[in-house]
Nanobody
C-alpha cells in the first residue's frame, strides 16, 4: 500500500523559511513522480512542484518559482520542499502525492501535476501558517 506522510509545517513569521518533508512508503522509489500541493481555506488545491525520482527533473508553478525548491534523497526515500521568503498567502495545508511515472516519459512537466491530481496517492497534509 502506497503511503505518504508530509511533515515539517509550523508557524513562522513572513520572510522566514521552512523545509517540508515527504516520506513515501509502500513502493519502490524509482520510476515515480512526487509532487507538492497546498490548499488554503476556501480556495482550490494548488499544485506547486514535482520531481521525478528517475531523472531528478523538476517542475515549479509560477507562484513559487524562485522561492521554493524541491529535492529528493533516493537513498532515504525522502522528498523535500524548501520554502524561502514565506508570505502570509503561503498559509495553507501542504500535501505530497506520488504517481508511478517511468523515466521514458521524459522530464516532469505541468502535465505531471495533473497526473498527480488525477491518479496519485496522497498522504495527510501538514499545516503551514505564515504570520504577517
Amino acid at each position: 500500500e502506497v503511503q505518504l506522510q508530509a511533515s515539517g509545517g509550523g508557524l513562522v513569521p513572513a520572510g522566514e523559511s521552512l523545509r517540508l518533508s515527504c516520506a513515501p512508503s509502500g513502493f519502490t522509489f524509482e520510476n515515480y513522480a512526487i509532487g507538492w500541493f497546498r490548499q488554503a481555506p476556501g480556495k482550490e488545491r494548488e499544485g506547486l512542484s514535482c520531481i521525478s525520482s528517475s531523472d531528478g527533473s523538476t517542475y515549479y508553478a509560477d507562484s513559487v518559482k524562485g522561492r521554493f525548491t524541491i529535492s529528493s534523497d533516493n537513498a532515504k526515500n525522502m522528498v523535500y520542499l524548501q520554502m524561502n521568503s514565506l508570505k502570509p498567502e503561503d498559509t495553507a495545508v501542504y500535501y505530497c502525492a506520488a504517481v508511478c511515472r517511468h523515466a521514458l516519459h521524459g522530464p516532469v512537466t505541468r502535465a505531471t501535476m495533473t497526473s498527480l491530481t488525477d491518479y496519485g496517492s496522497w498522504g495527510q497534509g501538514t499545516q503551514v501558517t505564515v504570520s504577517s
